[in-house]
Every structure is written in structure tokens, then in C-alpha cells.
């Protein structure tokens, strides 16, 4: 456990090996195990392992060779129309047809997939969490011919890892940690945060590489810019209220 | 890991014995491993070990006696304070005070979540989610002096376990997963997957006790009722309003 928690690396080239039906098995069934508000168990899973289905989702993540490459993706996805059919189916009149329930339907989702993910890795698997799900979730739900109640949250793509990365800098914890309170931040403290990796001679050549003056504005005007932030607020939580995640 | 994962079960009972520091350090490292967007960490862990303040606390987790009981509540947050002050402090203008970047943070937060969960949980703690988290909010964030750009998704429960529960009955692993594309229910698949918990003892209990005639019921009617459900849609979006979480 703690190794693999420790070593995890997002792995973005893979061999086309498939996955072993009993891995896979396993991987899911992992997944299955994470806590779940009341049990109700508020996600769904959707394995695309076909290389035709790769190939329609490849352009919904911006073509990243992995999401043709390895053999596997797995759709993560919120879910309450499972739970509302079988209340329907028992005369009982579900009401998760709202924000609430979005937020607890996506938590149940986003730890059984790190469940999904720490497991799948342990099993010498390399895994990586596709941003971009989120971006393109209107045609992702599509392709994925995803009802209502349900909305993609994340993507995990899983194969035989062809590469070998290093293990990804942090912050140091305490950046994150706050005991009692919030306790914010002096500028100094910041200063200090992002000292090493600021410092670090791979972040100045990719704020080189950039064009920019520093490692903050490659953030802001290259990988996340406001102009692209608002354009994939507006299309989510479109696509939240047209999924009936949002009759409140 | 395997263990670790399948051997989870939520602990509500818990001894008062403290967290060994190293231990603690631990498990706030371990959650820092975690997948995060662009490695920008959007997230924050308040720890509350404090008698005091797991006091003011426990009336927003319906005073459940593990509040008090255990020796420490981690407050999970989405957090996109610290990386916009970084931009700031460095001349760049940080544009994720936006729907887009709540569920960002969220995802970032929710799966370092699980892993302080299964490294407790590895390290011979127990652990339990608390779903309350999201319907008092906006007093938590008072409790805590959370700033804008910081919102609580979660908080875990964490101490040594004084009882030891029975693993929790889970739908069939095929209920949550489709191949390919999402495959839809008949109202047969559906009776077939709920078969077990709803023919179970401990169920009948519960509908008995609830004065019910089925298990949905137990949930629309009791545990999770409309007005509820809209009150704390209503609550939550109002609170990332006002977090600065939806200034598209």
C-alpha cells in the first residue's frame, strides 16, 4: 500500500498489451470497494477497451497518443440514474435529480477511482487521470450514449507502462496542511512554498520554452487561460442541468 | 494495497488515543501523492485534533459521537486560494475562481482524500467519510476561517478503530460497470442486482424499523428526502457563489 501510494507516477506512453481479464476483474471490483455515501453506490464505470471506441473518444482528449495506445480507458462517471430506477421501480419517488446529489454522486466516483487507480498500479499497471474529460464531457456523453444522471468526472487510462518517469515534484506538505484552522499564507511563505521547484532547471527551461518570465504565467496565459476556463464552465454546467443535475 | 483496499469498512466508534505524530505525517504525505491537475495541488487538509474545536465542530456532523470521540477530523477542501495567490505574487492574473476549476479542485482534493483514507487505514487506523460535510458547509468554512477559493468537499474521521464492523455488502460489481458503452438497465437486471441486500435480514430490519414496506422507501422517505435534498443543493451553490467559485 504505502509503496504504491508513494511511487505513483501519471504514465503517459504505454505498450499495446491488453489487460488480463482477471486483472481488469480485480481493478473494477477494487473500485467497487471505496466508501459510498449511504451505500448507494452513485457511479458508473465505462470500459472502453475496443480500439474503434478509442479512436472516437481520442479526439474528446485532445488526441494524446495514450488514449489510443494503451488498452484501456476507463469513463468514470457520476451516477444517479441507476439508484432512481430501482426507487422508481419500488414506488418510491427519488429526489437526486440536484446539485446535492451531483457533488455526492461525484465524490462516490472520484474515490472509487483512486481506489481504481492504486489498485491497478499495484498490479504493475501504470494509470493516468485525463483532465480533459471534463473539456469534451458533452460529446464524451455521446459516444458513451451516457443517460440522464449520469456525467463523465474523470477518465483513467490504464495499460503496461512503455516509460518510466520520474517521480513527480510537490509542494512540501505543510504547503497543504492546516491544523485547527486555515491558517493562509504571508507572501514570504509562498516564496518559500515554490521554492524548489521554481528554482528547479527543468521548470526554467519549460518558462524558457514558454516565452514567459516566469513558472506562474505559464499557467495563466499558456495551460489554463481564463478565455478556455470560462468557455468549460459554461459547457459543464450546461451539460449538469440538461443530465438533470440541477432541478432544484 | 490489495489488503488495504478490500479490507475497508467504515468505523463509527472509535478509542480517544492520540495520533503518534509520525504517523500523522504520514498519512497528510501520502494524500499528497495523489493525481492533481496540472501538479497544482488544488486542495487543503484541515486537521482538527483539538478537544475544543472538534467540539464546535461535531454540531455540523449532526453531532455524531465519533466527531468527539476520535482524536482527529481532516477537513478535505478545494482550494485555488494558494495557487491564484502564487500567480498573483508573481504578476500573472489566476482565472479559477470559476465553475470549471471547483470541480478541478474538488477532483484534486477527493483523491488525495482517499489516499490519507487507505494510508490510515494501512497504518491500523480507521477511518469514515462524512457526507454532512456538504450540508453545513458554510458554517464549516466559518469554523475553520476558510478564504475565498476554499470550499470543504469532505472530511474524514480518523483514530483507532473500538469496534470492528463487518465488511459492507456492495452491489455485484457488473451493476456499475458497462463495456464499451453505457448498457442501461431492464427493470429485471435491476430486481437482480438488488436481490441480495433487499432479501437480507439486516435489510428487512431496517424497512421494519423505518415502518416501510421496501428499501427504497427507507431512502426517499427517511434518509434522503426531497426538501433536504433541495435545501442543501440550494445552500452548497449559494456557498460557492460566494466562495468565488462561479464568477463565470
Redesign the interface.
Known sequence: ??????K?K?VRRYKSTPLPDDIL??I????????T?????L????????QQ?REKLAPCHFNQPMVTQAPCLVTV?A?VH??S???R????????D????F??A??DA??????L???AE?RGLGI??L?TT?YTAAEISK?????DG?IP??TVVIGYPDESPAL????P?E????????S??T?AE??EL?AEREESEQMKRIVADNGED????V???H????ED??A???S??ELLKRKGFFN?
Chains 1, 2 share one sequence.
Open positions: 500500500m504505502r509503496n504504491t501510494i508513494f505513483h501519471s476483474k480485480d473494477l471490483e477494487a473500485a467497487t470497494r471505496a466508501s455515501v449511504g451505500n448507494m453506490q457511479y458508473s464505470l465505462v470500459v472502453t477497451c475496443s471506441m462517471c451516477d441507476r439508484f430506477m430501482w426507487c421501480l419500488r414506488g418510491a419517488e427519488p429526489a437526486y440536484n446539485f446535492a446529489w457533488v455526492n461525484a465524490t472520484l474515490l472509487a477511482a483512486q481506489n487507480a492504486l489498485e499495484y493516468c487521470f483532465g471534463i459516444i458513451l450514449s451516457l443517460p449520469v468526472v474523470t513527480t515534484d510537490r509542494l506538505t504547503a497543504v496542511v492546516h491544523y485547527e484552522t486555515y493562509g499564507y507572501a509562498i516564496d515554490w516566469n513558472l506562474a504565467k499557467f495563466t496565459e495551460r489554463y487561460r481564463r476556463n470560462l468549460i464552465s459554461r459543464y454546467f432544484n
